[in-house]
Nanobody, 119 residues
Framework: QVQLVESGGGLVQAGGSLRLSCVASGRTFSNYAMGWFRQAPGKERELVAATTWNGGTTYYLNSVKGRFTISRDNAKNTVFLQMNSLKPEDTALYYC????????????WGQGTQVTVSS
């Protein structure tokens, strides 16, 4: 089992920044690809950013490219999502996820942290 605990969400004005953190406990963190998903009310959950086990390869949703950065610190069992130039359409519940085979089919999910961007 892997437990994922997110933090760092909140209310911010458009153009502002937030940094989400996700701390993992349980099995070996470096065995897992990590990702951040989000789900806005009435919309499907979508993958925002992902990174391979060593951070060597990253993926970003087109709408966040150039504004969001995913990183991980395997020594601290933590994955981060730095979000800059936030827009109201970034408002959503953000989830951390871990996948051993693929981040598209996560094995574990965090409980989510709310990000609200006001215009």
């Amino acid at each position: 089992q892997v437990q994922l605990v997110e933090s760092g969400g909140g209310l911010v004005q458009a153009g502002g920044s937030l940094r989400l953190s996700c701390v993992a406990s349980g099995r070996t963190f470096s065995n897992y690809a990590m990702g951040w998903f989000r789900q806005a009310p009435g919309k499907e959950r979508e993958l925002v950013a992902a990174t391979t086990w060593n951070g060597g390869t990253t993926y970003y949703l087109n709408s966040v490219k150039g504004r969001f950065t995913i990183s991980r610190d395997n020594a601290k069992n933590t994955v981060f999502l730095q979000m800059n130039s936030l827009k109201p359409e970034d408002t959503a519940l953000y989830y951390c996820a871990a996948g051993q085979s693929s981040i598209m089919t996560p094995d574990y999910w965090g409980q989510g942290t709310q990000v609200t961007v006001s215009s």
